[in-house]
């Protein structure tokens, strides 16, 4: 069983930047390929970012692809969102979630593990 707490959302004005944090627990982080997905109001869950177990393997979904950074920390437990030139658009519900493989996550948006979520808006 993994537990994944997200932190570090909130309110930023477009154009500014925040950093979600997602911290693991439960047995070994390395393990896995982690991801952020996002859900708008009214709209499907969609795919950011995953990071492979190494860090060595990252992807984005296109609409991020040069404005947001995922990065982890395997000593700490936890995998980073780095999230700048927000967009209006940008605004959801951030969820981390780990999986066995980055292609689960970003092919297949399947995770075997998922957090609460945490609420970020852009103001335009």
């Known amino acids: 069983q993994v537990l994944l707490v997200e932190s570090g959302g909130g309110l930023v004005q477009a154009g500014g930047s925040l950093r979600l944090s997602c911290a693991a627990s439960g047995r070994t982080f390395s393990y896995d390929a982690m991801g952020w997905f996002r859900q708008a109001p009214g709209k499907e869950r969609e795919f950011v970012a995953v990071?492979?177990?190494?860090?060595?393997?990252?992807d984005y979904a296109g609409s991020v692809k040069g404005r947001f950074t995922i990065s982890r920390d395997n000593a700490k437990n936890t995998v980073y969102l780095q999230m700048n030139s927000m967009k209006p658009e940008d605004t959801a519900v951030y969820y981390c979630?780990?999986?066995?493989?980055?292609?689960?996550?970003?092919?297949?948006?399947?995770?075997?593990?998922w957090g609460q979520g945490t609420q970020v808006t852009v103001s335009s």
């Open positions: 979630a780990a999986a066995g493989s980055s292609i689960r996550l970003s092919q297949q948006s399947e995770g075997d593990y």
């Open positions: 990071i492979s177990s190494s860090g060595r393997f990252t």
